[in-house]
T-cell receptor
Framework: KAGVTQTPRYLIKTRGQQVTLSCSPISGHRSVSWYQQTPGQGLQFLFEYFSETQRNKGNFPGRFSGRQFSNSRSEMNVSTLELGDSALYLC????????????FGPGTRLTVL | KQEVTQIPAALSVPEGENLVLNCSFTDSAIYNLQWFRQDPGKGLTSLLLIQSSQREQTSGRLNASLDKSSGRSTLYIAASQPGDSATYLCAVRFLAGGTSYGKLTFGQGTILTVHP
């Protein structure tokens, strides 16, 4: 059974640009969560999607947004990139929303210059 | 504020030693707790999931315990090997409040080095 896949694995952008990251959950999983990992702040929750609806959102500015498609694949978008957005972005999938075990993908390393 | 703390921040041990990693959380109202392993530059690998009604879980050389009342969990690694070297992360799902729904709150991790 394939695990969580994320594309692209690496991205380099410049300040002011926008970026879209993609996540495909484990087959049969319907919930996708996104996390940002930085050396200073550690792992922080961005948002969770289930059945194409955002179920919860972390404490991030509105520049961070996401969506989920009918096949459970999810995308997150960051607009007007800042240097501080450089991070490893991790996607996690679980069977349903809420409190199920989460399985993580390999992440997308975003570097903002 | 719901927080997770891991001690120590880093640990270096010789191969073959048994070791314990600690995790504490500020609110005993939790749904479950998950231990992860992260290799440098990689994603997270789930090691053990403990439901709030459980006291411990075991998988191979790993044993995780949970004491909700004291807000603590430990990850015990038996007979450590160089391949165990990684960052170990503790993550908690708190029950209190709608903003906790579906969200894992992570500790800062313990960097483990097992030297031959």
């Amino acid at each position: 059974k394939a695990g969580v896949t994320q594309t692209p694995r690496y991205l380099i952008k410049t300040r002011g640009q926008q970026v879209t990251l993609s996540c495909s959950p484990i087959s049969g999983h319907r919930s996708v969560s996104w996390y940002q990992q930085t050396p200073g702040q550690g792992l922080q929750f961005l948002f969770e999607y289930f059945s194409e609806t955002q179920r919860n959102k972390g404490n991030f500015p509105g520049r961070f947004s996401g969506r989920q498609f009918s096949n459970s694949r999810s995308e997150m978008n960051v607009s007007t990139l800042e240097l501080g957005d450089s991070a490893l972005y991790l996607c996690a999938s679980s069977l349903t929303s809420g409190y199920n075990e989460q399985f993580f993908g390999p992440g997308t390393r975003l570097t903002v210059l | 504020k719901q927080e997770v703390t891991q001690i120590p921040a880093a640990l270096s041990v010789p191969e073959g030693e048994n070791l314990v990693l600690n995790c504490s959380f500020t609110d005993s109202a939790i749904y479950n707790l998950q231990w992860f392993r992260q290799d440098p530059g990689k994603g997270l690998t789930s090691l053990l999931l403990i439901q709030s009604s459980q006291r411990e879980q075991t998988s191979g050389r790993l044993n995780a315990s949970l004491d909700k009342s004291s807000g603590r969990s430990t990850l015990y690694i038996a007979a450590s090997q160089p391949g165990d070297s990684a960052t170990y992360l503790c993550a908690v799902r708190f029950l209190a409040g709608g903003t906790s729904y579906g969200k894992l709150t992570f500790g800062q991790g313990t960097i483990l080095t097992v030297h031959p």
